[in-house]
């Protein structure tokens, strides 16, 4: 199983992103995924989660500027950023859980995890 991240990058704050996480040795529409951030100094934070039956969660942080999808024929997550703050700033993660986790934004139900994409904005 494997997860790569691409489209993170740096931005003016008010700016928009759109993150990409190809998922290859499964098929993603058996499994929740979610993706994470982890700024400097800081725990893991779940921004959003997709479960396996579609439904969406959010952390308050970023609820109405942040956008998770899936195309399961691409087998692609993706996390289209609106918005942006300074303190979105942060490594970007997605992940898979299998099935509709209790807390999706909660790092335990994740078991694989991609090596991250750099958002920068200032």
């Known amino acids: 199983v494997q997860l790569v991240e691409s489209g993170g990058g740096s931005v003016r704050a008010g700016g928009s992103l759109r993150l990409s996480c190809v998922v290859s040795?499964?098929?993603?529409?058996?499994?929740?995924m979610g993706w994470f951030r982890q700024a400097p100094g800081k725990e893991h934070e779940g921004v959003a989660a997709?479960?396996?039956?579609?439904?969406?969660t959010y952390a308050a942080s970023i609820k109405g500027r942040f956008l998770i999808s899936k195309d399961n024929a691409k087998n692609t997550l993706y996390l289209q950023m609106h918005s942006l703050k300074p303190e979105d700033t942060a490594m970007y993660y997605c992940?898979?859980?299998?099935?509709?986790?209790?807390?999706?934004?909660?790092?335990?139900?994740?078991?694989?995890w991609g090596q991250g994409t750099q958002v920068t904005v200032s």
């Open positions: 992940a898979t859980a299998i099935g509709r986790p209790l807390t999706p934004l909660n790092t335990h139900p994740y078991t694989y």
């Open positions: 040795g499964y098929t993603s529409s058996s499994y929740c």
């Open positions: 997709l479960d396996n039956l579609g439904q969406e």
